[in-house]
């Protein structure tokens, strides 16, 4: 019962935290269409998507990863959660390395082909300091999710959408000249604030809650490595999937005869706005999802199978209930929710 309890009690901050998140995120895009237009709106969504698989890339999904194989740690008798910690970072820094070192060559072919012809080289050079941090803080995060703290990691998320939107906003009211190099500068130049103030938050937190575990670390790096490397190809598959399609839309626009700023403000419009939109609901079940996979794995590793089988049957039917309601909600209430959006309203002719 009372773990049971603190499932529901970290589902509900996980997704109080993401609400909150995904509704600034959206007023945010709001602001950065009015001050920078749409097209800087599309430079946001595609350098969130390359940032998004380079990410992938330079830490192995590191979040799941250590939140798994470190709750599988604290199901064992004598494990030593700290000792899978360090494994991740250290994974994570190796590929961040070599990830690095190849966006920084290639960063003009990728400007030039990923973002539609769009000249960003010199901002696209900064994104190493964006992959370092974000690789560590991804560890940090699973280790305060699969220890039952997930109201750290939340404040983690808070402090760096923070720290990012701050940073976007005073730099957006700052420019003057507001061309494609400058609003891509922005947006990495966000993200590396958001990650290194986030970063220090958890890294404090930890630091300063660290206990020495008494037990001997039951994985070696290798096989840490060997475990994570799986799930890894599942994710890049994900985001290479998802990378492509993104590049591929202001491609294929201009190929009908939109110019380049328009073709990225038209993906802007439906990236940044009509899809967080529609999947706003889906903030619940991805709460969920991140808790569940700690609590499989700490039960995987006692050895309690019943538990496993409750927690998939119950999460299979509250889903299947949720994902109706949810539909239901989009179908009755689109309209409204499109004006309310700017987007309009859609009367029969």
Do not use: W
Request: glycine share 10%; hydrophobic share 50%; with cysteine.
């Amino acid at each position: 019962m009372i773990i049971r309890s603190k499932i529901i009690r970290d589902t509900v901050i996980l997704t109080v935290m993401q609400l909150i998140l995904d509704s600034a995120a959206l007023l945010l895009n709001v602001f950065i269409t009015k001050n920078l237009g749409t097209s800087a709106i599309g430079i946001l969504s595609l350098m969130g998507s390359f940032l998004g698989f380079a990410g992938i890339l330079s830490n192995g999904n590191a979040f799941l990863c250590t939140s798994r194989l470190i709750s599988e740690e604290l199901g064992k008798p004598k494990g030593d959660p700290n000792g899978i910690l360090a494994h991740g970072i250290k994974l994570c820094l190796l590929l961040s390395a070599a990830v690095s070192a190849a966006v920084v060559i290639l960063a003009e072919p990728v400007s030039l082909r990923f973002f539609s012809g769009a000249h960003m080289t010199a901002a696209l050079r900064k994104m190493p300091f964006a992959l370092v941090t974000g690789a560590v803080t991804a560890c940090l995060k699973g280790y305060f999710n699969a220890t039952r703290r997930a109201a750290v990691s939340a404040a983690g998320d808070i402090t760096e959408f923070a720290a990012k939107c701050v940073y976007i906003v005073v730099m957006t009211l700052m420019t003057g000249n507001v061309t494609e190099d400058a609003v891509c500068g922005i947006m990495i130049g966000g993200v590396i604030a958001g990650n290194a103030v986030s970063l220090i938050f958890l890294g404090t937190v930890y630091i300063k809650n660290y206990h020495r575990s008494q037990g001997r670390c039951s994985l070696s790096f290798r096989r840490y490595a060997a475990f994570s490397f799986p799930i890894m190809g599942g994710s890049i598959l994900t985001a290479v999937l998802s990378s492509t399609n993104d590049a591929l839309i202001p491609i294929c626009l201009r190929q009908y005869g939109d110019s380049a700023g328009r073709a990225l403000g038209e993906f802007g419009v439906f990236e940044g706005i009509v899809i967080p939109t529609l999947f706003f609901p889906s903030v619940v079940l991805c709460s969920v999802s991140g808790i569940i996979v700690s609590e499989a794995a700490r039960a995987r590793a006692s050895g309690n199978s019943e538990r496993i089988r409750r927690m998939t049957e119950r999460l299979k039917a509250c889903t299947l209930m949720f994902s109706v309601f949810a539909a239901a909600v989009l179908m009755r209430f689109g309209s409204v929710i499109g004006e309310l959006l700017g987007g309009g309203h859609l009367r029969d002719e």
